[in-house]
């Protein structure tokens, strides 16, 4: 069984999705951001970088453990490791998964994340910013939406492209983004949210996540957004 580092972020939730629709187990391991946990030493070991998630696979390559970070790195290791499943049938399949997966990774996930922070965290109104990743996230929702148009899934058949973008639109509101704008990112948002292991791995930590969409506060705030995550100096446990 291995060890998945969690939170209640859309980058975690990538990750449960598709241990649950591999029918994998798992062990949550619980790192608070609020309170700086993914600050500590022995967090550090884990992901130097001090995000989430993470996953310590105590069966990797050669029956050797393996540590992990990077959301996109741990899907396309676990999907690997599951005899190439969904990542597409041949070469041309898995080009265009690691694409949309691409895609994802580089624009849904760092602009989604950014006009969700200037829209709600942000202690100031930046209307530049605001304005600014707003706008970028109408035109990756239009993106989306004309290629869901054509096809099923992101990449033809359900990957782990679906898997990693569909927690980032969940949030739509908080993105200042509408569904109904989108009609074909809206049935396919239906059809994602209607699979059982996505139901499941959106239920992981469910008792954290009502706390977790609280604005956060004082030092919570600072832990979070503040100098805190750029100190060079390590929390010790």
Known sequence: ???????????????????EELGESYAVKPVHLGKGAQLTKDYLAVNPNNKVPAIVDPDGPDGAPITLFESGAI?????????????????????????????????????????????????????????????EATRLYRVLDRRLGEAEYLAGAYSLADMATYPWIRPHKWQGQSLDDHPNLQRWYSAMRARPAVQKAVEVMRDRLDRNREVPKGE????????????RSVKHD
């Open 1 to 19: 069984m291995l060890d998945l580092y969690f939170w209640p972020t859309p980058n975690c939730y990538k990750v449960a999705i598709l241990l």
């Open 75 to 135: 899907m396309l290791y676990l999907a690997d490791k599951a005899g190439g499943k969904f990542m597409g049938l041949g070469p041309r399949g898995r080009a265009v998964v690691t694409q949309w997966l691409m895609f994802q990774m580089a624009g849904i996930g760092p602009m989604l994340g950014q006009a969700h922070h200037f829209r709600r965290y942000a202690r100031d109104d930046v209307r530049y910013a605001i304005d600014r990743y707003t706008n």
């Open 220 to 231: 919570a705030w600072e832990t979070l957004f503040g100098t805190s995550q750029f100190d």
